[in-house]
């Protein structure tokens, strides 16, 4: 469903040193119903991959297929589309501060055209996924941290997206509410969405024994089928 | 579509009232701006009205020779009346400005004992005349000197009134320009506050912005809200404007009769009503939409 064929991506640099080279001949593919975990430090350039994908911006050099589609020759006003066929968390949530959860998540369903009927049936249904029922009116500043990324989590899987892309979802949590974000990814990927997880927290990976991507500064060093956190 | 459209409405309204406290400070510069604007365009007629009372007060007076009859000068105003830049010529003869003038000094004693001393009228008969323009005496006076009937003149008194003339021309002429560039300069800082208000406003909203655009949300989907938002500020912003200027109007009516005469506020806001409705609506909503538009641009790079 996802293919990258020698991405390179490279930023100016500002102050007149060398261009900064955030991804450097990227190649990789990623089928329907796989859970892909992409490791690296930070700066190794799995955000700047991340950023390829949803179409912010264009690849220096190389393309990236999605279910075909190569992005770069994507129209300006169909990447919106593009975008609502992925899900995404990301690690300081976005959820919108004036908007409460249920309109958080509502949100999604309102930009796909969706009825009122199937918001006020969805909404609630994956509320209970994610353990947020009685949180449905507040507004995410009354949440805790862990409980905005579970309402990040059901805004980004409640209009059933070919694939969930998290960035770092579990930066800001602490070890318990990381480990309930996990599970709850793998109940998702289970369902029969594609997941992709960037993350560096090396406990994550290595109980999660799914397929690893390894990156370091811009390269894919590692990308094995059962993979383990090593750097 | 139309699912869209009734979403994008109810959450403009729903982001309006959340955000009341922000919503209320757009609102009020708003209304400032919009008052200025009113003020300017209601009190351009009252400028107008101040230039026409200096110029009535001008005119140039016209004497006849004593022994000039009174039917030769009536011949003459008929004559002077035809000329078209010519608005009013009045007739003054030897007895009324005898009568005039002893209205006018009774009670100044010197005065009068000269007059009894003189024995006779020493007045000479004139035609007071007043052009449709200032600038147009110089005209009128050209025309009378060279005239058939030059020779039963005895003066114009145009040469001596000249620098008065001069003076209200150069007057009116300068009130007429300041107000037009006080106007601009008003109207462009008020249209400027205004934008950077709602600017700044929508800055609160930039992260929501980008992260709606990721998400998938279509543009206008993002923009409408903004739009709503910012056709309520403007229609709410006219109304509390309105009222202004109706208080305004009312409570200075007086005032401004005594200052200004001939000009009254509450008869130009009356007699203007629909415009001045137009105008505040048209002002308020106006910049609502386009400032949203232009400060929203930039947060949909995403």
Request: proline share 3%; with cysteine; aromatic share 8%.
């Given at each position: 469903?996802?293919?990258?064929?020698?991405?390179?991506?490279?930023?100016?640099?500002?102050?007149?040193?060398?261009?900064?080279?955030?991804?450097?001949?990227?190649?990789?593919?990623?089928?329907?119903?796989?859970?892909?975990?992409?490791?690296?430090?930070?700066?190794?350039?799995?955000?700047?991959?991340?950023r390829?994908?949803?179409?912010?911006?264009?690849?220096?050099?190389?393309?990236?297929?999605?279910?075909?589609?190569?992005l770069?020759?994507?129209?300006?006003?169909?990447?919106?589309?593009?975008?609502?066929r992925?899900?995404?968390?990301?690690?300081?949530?976005?959820?919108?501060?004036?908007?409460?959860?249920?309109?958080?998540?509502?949100?999604?369903?309102e930009?796909?055209?969706?009825?009122?009927?199937?918001?006020?049936?969805?909404v609630?249904q994956?509320?209970?996924?994610?353990?947020?029922?009685?949180?449905?009116?507040?507004?995410?500043?009354?949440?805790?941290?862990?409980?905005?990324?579970?309402?990040?989590?059901?805004?980004?899987?409640?209009?059933?997206?070919?694939v969930?892309?998290?960035?770092?979802?579990?930066?800001?949590?602490?070890?318990?509410?990381?480990?309930?974000i996990?599970?709850?990814?793998?109940?998702i990927?289970?369902?029969?969405?594609?997941?992709?997880?960037?993350?560096?927290?090396?406990?994550?990976?290595?109980?999660?024994?799914?397929?690893?991507?390894?990156?370091?500064?811009?390269r894919?060093?590692?990308?094995?089928?059962?993979?383990?956190?090593?750097? | 579509?139309?699912?869209?459209?009734?979403?994008?409405?109810?959450?403009?309204?729903?982001?309006?009232?959340?955000?009341?406290?922000l919503?209320?400070?757009?609102?009020?510069?708003?209304?400032?701006?919009?008052?200025?604007?009113?003020?300017?365009?209601?009190?351009?007629p009252?400028?107008?009205?101040?230039?026409?009372?200096?110029?009535?007060?001008?005119?140039?007076?016209?004497?006849?020779?004593?022994?000039?009859?009174?039917?030769?000068?009536?011949?003459?105003?008929?004559?002077?009346?035809?000329i078209?830049?010519?608005?009013?010529?009045?007739?003054?003869?030897?007895?009324?400005?005898?009568?005039?003038?002893?209205?006018?000094?009774?009670?100044?004693?010197?005065?009068?004992?000269?007059?009894?001393?003189v024995?006779?009228?020493?007045?000479?008969?004139?035609?007071n005349?007043?052009?449709?323009?200032?600038?147009?005496?110089?005209?009128?006076?050209?025309?009378?000197?060279?005239?058939?009937?030059?020779?039963?003149?005895?003066?114009?008194?145009?040469?001596?009134?000249?620098?008065?003339?001069?003076?209200?021309?150069?007057?009116?002429?300068?009130?007429?320009?300041?107000?037009?560039?006080?106007?601009?300069?008003?109207?462009?800082?008020?249209?400027?506050?205004?934008?950077?208000?709602?600017?700044l406003?929508?800055?609160?909203?930039?992260?929501?912005?980008s992260?709606?655009?990721?998400?998938?949300?279509?543009?206008?989907?993002?923009?409408?809200?903004?739009?709503?938002?910012?056709?309520?500020?403007?229609?709410?912003?006219?109304?509390?404007?309105?009222?202004?200027?109706?208080?305004?109007?009312?409570?200075?009516?007086?005032?401004?009769?005594?200052?200004?005469?001939?000009?009254?506020?509450?008869?130009?806001?009356?007699?203007?009503?629909?415009?001045?409705?137009?105008?505040?609506?048209?002002?308020?909503?106006?910049?609502?939409?386009?400032?949203?538009?232009?400060?929203?641009?930039?947060?949909?790079?995403?």
């Open positions: 469903m996802l293919s990258l064929k020698n991405v390179t991506k490279i930023y100016p640099s500002r102050v007149g040193g060398d261009p900064i080279v955030a991804l450097d001949k990227v190649s990789f593919d990623i089928d329907n119903r796989e859970f892909v975990s992409l490791v690296g430090k930070s700066g190794a350039g799995k955000t700047t991959l991340l390829l994908i949803l179409a912010q911006e264009n690849p220096t050099e190389g393309d990236i297929l999605f279910e075909g589609n190569n770069r020759e994507i129209k300006k006003k169909d990447i919106s589309k593009l975008r609502r992925i899900g995404v968390v990301f690690q300081d949530y976005k959820l919108f501060p004036s908007k409460t959860i249920f309109e958080n998540i509502a949100y999604i369903m930009v796909m055209g969706a009825s009122d009927d199937d918001i006020s049936r969805d609630p994956v509320l209970d996924i994610v353990g947020l029922t009685d949180k449905a009116f507040n507004f995410p500043s009354e949440l805790s941290g862990g409980e905005c990324q579970r309402a990040a989590i059901a805004r980004s899987l409640i209009h059933r997206p070919d969930i892309m998290a960035d770092e979802p579990t930066g800001n949590l602490d070890p318990y509410n990381t480990f309930e996990i599970k709850l990814l793998v109940k990927y289970e369902l029969g969405t594609t997941v992709i997880l960037s993350t560096h927290d090396k406990e994550v990976i290595n109980t999660l024994g799914k397929r690893v991507i390894t990156l370091d500064q811009g894919v060093v590692r990308d094995e089928e059962r993979g383990r956190f090593i750097l | 579509m139309l699912n869209s459209f009734k979403r994008v409405i109810k959450a403009g309204f729903k982001a309006f009232f959340r955000n009341a406290g919503g209320a400070a757009t609102i009020f510069v708003m209304v400032m701006v919009i008052f200025l604007v009113t003020m300017l365009w209601l009190l351009n009252a400028s107008e009205i101040l230039v026409e009372n200096i110029q009535e007060k001008v005119d140039v007076s016209v004497y006849f020779k004593k022994d000039a009859q009174a039917e030769e000068i009536l011949q003459a105003k008929s004559e002077i009346t035809k078209s830049e010519v608005r009013e010529v009045e007739y003054v003869s030897k007895e009324q400005a005898l009568e005039k003038f002893i209205e006018r000094h009774k009670d100044d004693p010197t005065l009068m004992e000269s007059l009894t001393e024995g006779e009228n020493p007045f000479l008969a004139s035609l005349i007043k052009a449709q323009q200032a600038s147009q005496y110089e005209q009128v006076a050209s025309f009378l000197e060279s005239s058939d009937f030059s020779g039963i003149i005895d003066k114009v008194d145009y040469h001596q009134r000249k620098p008065v003339i001069d003076k209200v021309i150069s007057m009116t002429n300068n009130i007429n320009k300041f107000g037009i560039v006080l106007g601009i300069v008003l109207g462009v800082i008020a249209v400027l506050i205004a934008y950077n208000t709602i600017r406003a929508i800055y609160n909203s930039s992260r929501e912005i992260t709606m655009r990721l998400v998938g949300a279509s543009n206008w989907f993002i923009r409408g809200p903004f739009l709503i938002q910012g056709i309520i500020v403007g229609v709410l912003a006219g109304l509390i404007t309105l009222i202004i200027t109706f208080g305004v109007s009312y409570g200075f009516n007086a005032k401004v009769a005594s200052i200004l005469s001939g000009v009254s506020m509450m008869s130009l806001f009356l007699s203007n009503f629909w415009t001045i409705i137009l105008i505040q609506f048209v002002t308020g909503t106006g910049l609502g939409i386009i400032s949203s538009m232009i400060a929203i641009r930039k947060f949909l790079k995403v």
